[in-house]
């Protein structure tokens, strides 16, 4: 649990912000949302709370059981690289990669055999040739349905970087079972003015040197005028963290990863189990 909490924040006050993480969060194995979590949803709405994704995922890999979701209006996208309107697709924030931080990990990406994944104006990019065989990089079953929905193919992933330099909201690296997770994420950070993060284990992700679903998420009840204690977050990932930190009320999943049990203020039921509408009627309703 959070060893402090910042002053004037009180877990059992009043939620005037719910930011929801998706895959692990309010998404279930079978990726659609629980009927007792978008019922809570869809009433906090009602009651005037502002109702947020924010995902690692990028504005078109947003899946449509949790757009459906009546009151969700607003997305935070790719770790915290765009926050967008959703009735137009608007951009109301953005916070993307330097040019010089791409061209650093462009240089250490050409190294690895990985497959890379380039996050552009809301679209997902993969090099076609990688997109052709999944099962050589260890993406497969659902992992692979999922990339081979949402990612568009190029030819030459890295010349694509270059001409869209200054629209890179994220970088995701897909990992093999061997590689060492550890070290790859140093090496990344090393390379400065980044973010690395993880959403789940076979991935690394990198943002801009002060890109975070925090950020992102405080820009946002900045906007709508919620003091910072009223915000209620909901993760499983390392890439929830930083968003969990900031928030007055953190809400871990049951199936998180360690980090984000020993962060949490409550620890609700699994995504399969309807965590997300549990603590929302906790809390919010």
């Known amino acids: 649990m959070k060893d402090e909490r910042k002053k004037g924040e009180n877990i059992s006050g009043k939620v ?6 998706l895959d ?34 990028s504005l078109y890999s947003l899946p449509k059981e949790a757009l459906e979701v009546e009151g969700i209006k607003y997305a935070i996208t790719s770790n915290g690289a ?6 137009d697709h608007e951009i109301i924030y953005s916070n993307c990669l330097s040019r010089s931080a791409v061209r650093r990990i462009a240089e250490l990406l050409k190294k690895l055999p990985n497959v890379v994944e ?25 992992s692979a349905e999922y990339v081979m929905n949402t990612r568009k193919p ?8 270059e001409e869209h330099i200054d629209e890179i909201e994220n970088i995701n690296v897909r990992l093999k079972a061997e590689d ?17 993060t993880s959403s789940f284990m076979q991935n690394i992700e990198i943002g801009g040197g002060t890109t975070s679903k925090a950020s992102a998420m405080i820009a946002l009840a900045d906007m709508f005028g919620v003091p910072h204690g009223q915000i209620m977050a909901c993760g499983d990932g390392l890439n929830d963290l930083a968003m969990l930190h900031a928030a007055g009320i953190a809400v871990a999943m049951k199936n998180s990863v360690q980090e984000v049990l020993e962060t949490a203020d409550f620890i609700t039921e699994d995504n399969d189990h309807d ?9 919010a309703l």
């Open 180 to 196: 060492d997770k550890k070290t790859l994420w140093e090496m990344f950070e090393a390379s400065g003015d980044v973010t690395v």
């Open 16 to 21: 005037g912000l719910i930011a929801l993480d």
């Open 118 to 142: 380039i996050f552009v104006d809301g679209q997902a990019y993969a090099e076609r040739s990688k997109l052709k065989n999944l099962e050589k990089y260890g993406i497969s079953g659902l």
């Open 154 to 161: 190029v030819d030459g992933i890295f010349e694509f970087m």
């Open 275 to 283: 965590g997300v509408g549990i603590a929302v009627e906790k809390f």
């Open 82 to 87: 765009k926050i967008v309107r959703l009735a």
């Open 24 to 57: 692990g969060t309010t998404l279930r194995s079978d990726r659609q949302v629980g009927k007792r979590t978008s019922t809570a949803l869809t009433e906090a709405a009602r009651k005037g709370v502002h109702v947020v994704i924010a995902t690692g995922r």
